[in-house]
């Protein structure tokens, strides 16, 4: 805030876009691999089915056909972008980074391009940093992208994890602008970004080129992230407000992160927030880690729930653990 008054510089949010595999995988088709049915999966996570990409569809593919949406939602150019800001756990590669192969892929040759990793909270963390830089004024405008082929990872074996994760990428084009400060201006009012190291083996993947030299698979332990994830995104949510002297009463709508549907109800009933301002994607496309957020923002600005001038708290929470909201009147 600028009690003082006077201009501050504001990103503004122009245009959002997402891309889910053609693949729907159904409850019922994974039944027929592991051990599990219809019933437990929607009881215990209110997953219905999932997006998988196809063989050879990549991370930089979903990626660049959400960057592709964005930028036309937005009415901007590839050319006009200076800044990619790619959120992802399931880069095509060790290195080069994704967004630089994005970047290439969109024929931009300006600018900064690298890739962010908070797993789940990854979008929540590049919307954040490209808000930096460009109320720095060392950009102008930036795509900020969640991308991910978690079925990568996965094993298909292990039913508790399995049945959650799905593929896709969302992404939004940021715009340097100004405002006076109040929680009445257009773009990112605030960010709040967390992390605690000490509870990384709860959810963690188990390889990388440092320690197995193997991509690894996910292995999580449930119980104990449902525990800190209600809280800490509360939390989160709350801290976003105080520093902008909202109420929850205030906020049009919450984009949470699509992880399980009973995180998202429970998370809404701490904070006393009516379910009907809650988007929610995850019966359609399960837990697509930093891509949840950007296409679920995508999928209620598509079809009009979202309107301009409404004011949208987008939260995450993922391994790490990393967690946190920002603030957003588009």
Partial sequence: MNPGGGVVARSLL??????????????????????????????RTGIRQRHIAADGETTSDLATKAARRALEAAGRDAADIDLIVLATATPDYTFPATAAIVQ???????GAAFDIQAVCSGFVYAL????NFLKAGQHKRALVIGAETFSRILDWTDRTTCVLFGDGAGAVVLEAGQGTGAN???????SHLHADGRYRDLLYV???????????????????????????????VNEALSATGLAPSDLDWIVPHQANYRIIEGTARKLGVDASKVVVTVDRHGNT????????LAEAMGDGRIKPGQLVLLEAMGGGFTWGSCLVRL
Avoid at 128 to 131: E, G, K, L, P, V
Avoid at 220 to 233: C, D, P, W
Avoid at 289 to 296: I, K, Q, R
């Fill in 104 to 110: 290439a892929n969109l024929g931009i040759r300006k």
């Fill in 184 to 190: 009445t201006d257009r773009g990112i009012l605030t």
């Fill in 128 to 131: 954040a940093t490209a808000d």
């Fill in 289 to 296: 880690s930093a891509a949840s957020v950007p296409l679920a």
């Fill in 206 to 236: 188990d390889g990388g080129p440092s320690t197995t030299q193997t991509v690894g698979h996910l292995r999580m332990t449930g119980k104990e992230v449902f525990r800190h994830a209600v809280v800490n995104l509360a939390d989160a």
């Fill in 14 to 43: 122009l245009g959002c876009g997402g891309y889910l595999p053609e693949r729907v995988l159904t409850n019922a088709e994974l039944a027929q691999q592991v051990e599990t049915d219809d019933a437990w999966i929607v009881a």
